[in-house]
């Protein structure tokens, strides 16, 4: 298969050059990435300003715009095929529950679904050294293919994978959990008077729920969530119905 990598990382990051180097004898591997990091920039696309864009090596190039971006780039214009699908990562920390909302590793998966091409985002359960990235290089060599072929309009995947090198390590379906985010601001003032804030804040609380990715994930499994890309909520939308109705 011909095999799009991108991430929110940047084009230097060691999760994005596994893959590559973990995928590529089997498949046509090419790389657009952001030419720096892009953590945290959800679904961010360049809008009022020119993207840069420029081939730093054999199928790989690199651009100044978001992980969104990158996807829009290679599907529009930058490649002269259409990928058979779009793998983002793999991303350095976990995109869990509701981090997924603030992701652009969930973006880029979520811009190639949008588009029409499958997308997986890939996260492992780290932030320092050692990182066993190959329980995830070992699922995708295995069921990439049957994933592609098994994709359907009006989704992405989102996986996940503690930061162990077992061998055998289980693969678990899950929805995604409720992430609780205790964010603050910290000030500094300069000498003139101007004032500059830092996010800060307590560590993120999760809730240890059987069946989400943060349970299978903290119980030394891999998680598999089906992202849907239609945010309405059905049952919520019902209850607002009935209010205006009933004020006929």
């Given at each position: 298969?011909?095999?799009?990598?991108?991430?929110?990382?940047?084009?230097?990051?060691?999760?994005?050059?596994?893959?590559?180097?973990?995928?590529?004898?089997?498949?046509?591997?090419?790389?657009?990435?952001?030419?720096?990091?892009?953590?945290?920039?959800?679904?961010?696309?360049?809008?009022?300003?020119?993207?840069?864009?420029?081939?730093?090596?054999?199928?790989?190039?690199?651009?100044?715009?978001?992980?969104?971006?990158?996807?829009?780039?290679?599907?529009?214009?930058?490649?002269?095929?259409?990928?058979?699908?779009?793998?983002?990562?793999?991303?350095?920390?976990?995109?869990?529950?509701?981090?997924?909302?603030?992701?652009?590793?969930?973006?880029?998966?979520?811009?190639?679904?949008?588009?029409?091409?499958?997308?997986?985002?890939?996260?492992?359960?780290g932030f320092s050294p050692p990182f066993h990235f190959e329980p995830l290089l070992r699922l995708l060599r295995e069921r990439l293919?049957?994933?592609?072929?098994?994709?359907?309009?009006?989704?992405?995947?989102?996986?996940?994978?503690?930061?162990?090198?077992?061998?055998?390590?289980?693969?678990?379906?899950?929805?995604?959990?409720?992430?609780?985010?205790?964010d603050a601001l910290a000030e500094f003032s300069t000498p003139i008077g101007d004032k500059y804030f830092f996010m800060n804040g307590?560590?993120?609380?999760?809730?240890?729920?059987?069946?989400?990715?943060?349970?299978?994930?903290?119980?030394?499994?891999?998680?598999?969530?089906?992202?849907?890309?239609?945010?309405?909520?059905?049952?919520?939308?019902?209850?607002?119905?009935?209010?205006?109705?009933?004020?006929?």
């Amino acid at each position: 298969m011909k095999v799009l990598l991108t991430n929110d990382d940047g084009i230097n990051s060691p999760g994005i050059e596994a893959l590559y180097n973990g995928l590529s004898a089997e498949h046509e591997v090419w790389i657009l990435a952001p030419d720096g990091e892009r953590s945290g920039m959800s679904h961010y696309i360049t809008l009022r300003e020119p993207m840069k864009f420029r081939r730093v090596g054999e199928r790989r190039y690199v651009s100044s715009g978001s992980p969104a971006d990158c996807v829009i780039l290679g599907l529009l214009t930058a490649l002269d095929f259409c990928p058979d699908v779009v793998l983002s990562g793999i991303n350095i920390g976990p995109n869990l529950g509701s981090d997924i909302v603030f992701s652009g590793t969930a973006a880029a998966a979520r811009q190639a679904a949008f588009m029409g091409v499958p997308g997986i985002a890939l996260s492992l359960d780290g932030f320092s050294p050692p990182f066993h990235f190959e329980p995830l290089l070992r699922l995708l060599r295995e069921r990439l293919t049957e994933f592609v072929e098994r994709w359907g309009q009006g989704y992405f995947l989102n996986i996940n994978s503690p930061n162990l090198s077992e061998h055998d390590m289980p693969v678990e379906v899950t929805s995604p959990c409720v992430r609780v985010y205790h964010d603050a601001l910290a000030e500094f003032s300069t000498p003139i008077g101007d004032k500059y804030f830092f996010m800060n804040g307590k560590p993120v609380e999760t809730d240890l729920v059987p069946g989400t990715d943060w349970y299978a994930v903290s119980h030394g499994a891999i998680s598999l969530s089906a992202i849907q890309l239609n945010p309405v909520s059905h049952e919520h939308a019902k209850a607002y119905e009935q209010l205006l109705l009933a004020r006929r």
